[in-house]
C-alpha cells in the first residue's frame, strides 16, 4: 500500500517505500555515482573517515552476518554524524548509499553494519561529558556511545545509579534505548525507555533535534524502541534514583512449572519485597545445585547436598533484594516473610550478599571465563520471545516438554514484567495482556558442531518455535525483531503499523537510515 502524504510527491513516496520493502536485495552502489568515497572526503568535519581498515565494521556479537562497509566515521563531535548523514540524504536515495550505527557491536543479526554504505563509530564520539546532577529528580547526561557499566561507575560516586537495565552493562545507550533494554528490575520500573528523560538525534535528513515528552514528541516516542529506524540517538538524559550498597542475590529451583510462573506472577504484583525477578530453565542438566556453590551457599546445606537434577525440566527463581548495611536486620525479617509466601523446593535455597555493583556486572564475570576458553566469539543464534501470559503454559508445555532436549548451548530465561511500565507511545511492539513474559534463547553455537549445539540445529530449532507460535496462535511479539518481508514486519506492528510508517516517512524519508540486505532487518540500532 502506498501512503501520500500533503506536500509529498507521490514518485519520492514510491521511490522510499521501494528501497525500503524490497527484501534479499544486494546492496549496491549505483555506477552512476562513483565518486561517493571522494565526496565524503570532502566533508569538513572534526573526526576522519577511514576507508581502508572497516572489517571490524562488518562484524558483531551474533556472528552471523557480515557486510563490508564503504567507509567508517570515527566522529569527534554530533555535527560530524549530522553533516554525514545529510551528506547521504542529499546525495539521493538513487546512490543507495545507507548509514548505520555501531556502538559496541552487540547487535545479533547485522543490524549496526551497513554493506557498501558508512558505519559511524558512536564509542569515538566526543564533546560531551558525562554530568551528574543530583537533587529531588536526579539525572545523568550521557553520550549516546557510553557504555552502561560507565554511567553506573560515574552516578555511584554521587549515590546515585540508574533504575532500568540490561543483564549485560557493556552495550550503550543508544543501541539498548533503540530496542527497549529489559531485565529482571523491568517489573517495577519499565524498561530503559521508560526511565528516559530527553534525547538529542540526528534525524534521517541528518537534523540534530533534542526531543522529549513535551518537546517534539513524536520523535521522541518515535526513536524509543524504534530499531533506529527514525534517527541516531547522540545523547540521552537518564533518569535516577538513589543507590543501594549491597544486594540478597537469592536462587531457588522449582519442578512445577504452573507453582514457578504463580510464584513469579505474585512477585511482580503490588509492593514486591525484591528490587529483580528472573528465572530460567533447566534441561536435562546434571550437578546444577553444586555449580552455584562457589558464588551461593545452601540455606541447608544437607538437604541440598541430596538433591539430584538429572534428567529433569527443572525452573530456577532468581531474586534480589537491594540494601544498605544499617537496614540488614529489617531486610533479612522482609526476604524471611516474602519467601515463606513462595513455594519452591525448601532444600534447593541458595543465598549469596554481594556489592550492588558486583550482581549488577555479574554477566561480564562470565564473558571473561568465555572469552579465555574461545567461547565468546562464536555465532549466537538468540531466539527473545514476549508471550501473553493466558499463553505460557500452552507456550512451555510444547517448547520446554517436547522441542527442547537439553538447554546445553545457552541458558534460557523466563520471566514476566507489567505492561502498565511500558509507555504505549514508544515504538516497541509488545502483547495486549496486562501481563506477559520475556522468554529469551540465549544460545552459542559450537563452531564445526554439526550436534543440537550447532548452529544449523538452534537454528532449526528457533524455526520449530516460531513455527508453532504461529500455528498455536499464541499472539507473541519478538523482542530484537529479525523479520525478511513487508508481510512479516506489518503483522508484527500490527495495528500500530500505520503510525510506524507515517513516523518513518517524516523522519527519514529516503530511507537511508535503514541499512541492509531486507526491510527494516539491519537498522541503524546499534549496541
Not at 553533516?83 to 548509514?99: A, D, F, P
Not at 521522541?220 to 542475590?249: C, D, H, N
Not at 534441561?283 to 538437604?303: A, M
Not at 526491510?519 to 541503524?524: E, L, R, T
Request: aromatic share 12%; with cysteine.
Amino acid at each position: 500500500m502506498l501512503v501520500s502524504f500533503p506536500g509529498q510527491n507521490n514518485m519520492l513516496v514510491l521511490r522510499s517505500f521501494m528501497i525500503l520493502f524490497f527484501s534479499c536485495i544486494t546492496i549496491k552502489i549505483n555506477l552512476c555515482f562513483p565518486s561517493i568515497p571522494s565526496s565524503l572526503k570532502t566533508l569538513s568535519i572534526d573526526g576522519h573517515f577511514d576507508f581502508e581498515q572497516v572489517e571490524h565494521a562488518a562484524k558483531d556479537f551474533g556472528n552471523r552476518y557480515s557486510y563490508l562497509p564503504l567507509a567508517v566515521l570515527y566522529p569527534k563531535s554530533v555535527s560530524d554524524i549530522a553533516t554525514t548523514v545529510n551528506h547521504v540524504w542529499q546525495i539521493g536515495g538513487g546512490s543507495e548509499l545507507k548509514v548505520a550505527a555501531r556502538g559496541h557491536g552487540h547487535s545479533l543479526q547485522g543490524q549496526a553494519q551497513a554493506h557498501r554504505g558508512v558505519v559511524i563509530n558512536m564509542e569515538s564520539l566526543q564533546g560531551l561529558k558525562m554530568q551528574v546532577h543530583t537533587g529531588n529528580f536526579p539525572y545523568v547526561d550521557v553520550s549516546g556511545g557510553e557504555l552502561w557499566i560507565n554511567i553506573l561507575r560515574e552516578s555511584l560516586k554521587h549515590g546515585l545509579a540508574p533504575k532500568s537495565w540490561t543483564d549485560y552493562l557493556h552495550l550503550t545507550v543508544g543501541g539498548t534505548l533503540s530496542n527497549a533494554g529489559i531485565s529482571g528490575q523491568a517489573f517495577r520500573h519499565g524498561p530503559q525507555i521508560s526511565n528516559v528523560y530527553q534525547l538529542e538525534v540526528v534525524t534521517g535528513k541528518g537534523e540534530v533535534v533534542n526531543c522529549s515528552e513535551k518537546q517534539n514528541s513524536d520523535l521522541f516516542y518515535s526513536v524509543l524502541g524504534g530499531l533506529g529506524q527514525f534517527g541516531i540517538i547522540t545523547r540521552a538524559r537518564i533518569s535516577l534514583e538513589p543507590a543501594p550498597e549491597m544486594v540478597k542475590w537469592i536462587r531457588m529451583v522449582y519442578t512445577d512449572f504452573d507453582t514457578f510462573t504463580r510464584d513469579q506472577e505474585k512477585l511482580i504484583s503490588g509492593q514486591s519485597t525484591f528490587d529483580y525477578v528472573e528465572g530460567f530453565v533447566i534441561i536435562n542438566r546434571t550437578g546444577l545445585l553444586n555449580n552455584w556453590r562457589s558464588s551461593f551457599n545452601p540455606q541447608d546445606p544437607l538437604q541440598a547436598s541430596q538433591f539430584k537434577s538429572d534428567g529433569r525440566t527443572l525452573f530456577c527463581l532468581e531474586l534480589a533484594k537491594y540494601f544498605n548495611h544499617e537496614d540488614m536486620v529489617l531486610v533479612n525479617q522482609e526476604i524471611k516473610t516474602s519467601l515463606s509466601q513462595l513455594n519452591h523446593i525448601p532444600s534447593t535455597l541458595f543465598i549469596s550478599e554481594v556489592p550492588y555493583m558486583e550482581f549488577l556486572d555479574r554477566v561480564h564475570i562470565s564473558e571473561i571465563k568465555l572469552r579465555s576458553r574461545g567461547l565468546w566469539e562464536v555465532p549466537h543464534p538468540w531466539l527473545n520471545l514476549f508471550i501473553p501470559k493466558s499463553k505460557i503454559h500452552s507456550f512451555a508445555q510444547e517448547v520446554f516438554g517436547n522441542i527442547l532436549t537439553d538447554t546445553s548451548s545457552g541458558p534460557i530465561l523466563i520471566y514476566p514484567v507489567n505492561k502498565s511500565k511500558w509507555d504505549n507511545r514508544t515504538s516497541v511492539v509488545i502483547p495486549e495482556e496486562d501481563v506477559f513474559y520475556l522468554v529469551a534463547f540465549l544460545s552459542s553455537a559450537v563452531p564445526s558442531s554439526t550436534g543440537n549445539d550447532g548452529l544449523e540445529q538452534i537454528l532449526i530449532r528457533n524455526k520449530r518455535i516460531l513455527d508453532y507460535c504461529e500455528i498455536a496462535g499464541l499472539g507473541v511479539k519478538q523482542y530484537l525483531p529479525h523479520f525478511s518481508t513487508k508481510g512479516e514486519w506489518k503483522s508484527h506492528f500490527g495495528p500500530h503499523w500505520e503510525a510506524f510508517i507515517r513516523r518513518k516517512s517524516t523522519y527519514d524519508p529516503s530511507a537511508i537510515l535503514a541499512p541492509g540486505q531486507r526491510i527494516f532487518q539491519k537498522p541503524i540500532a546499534y549496541s
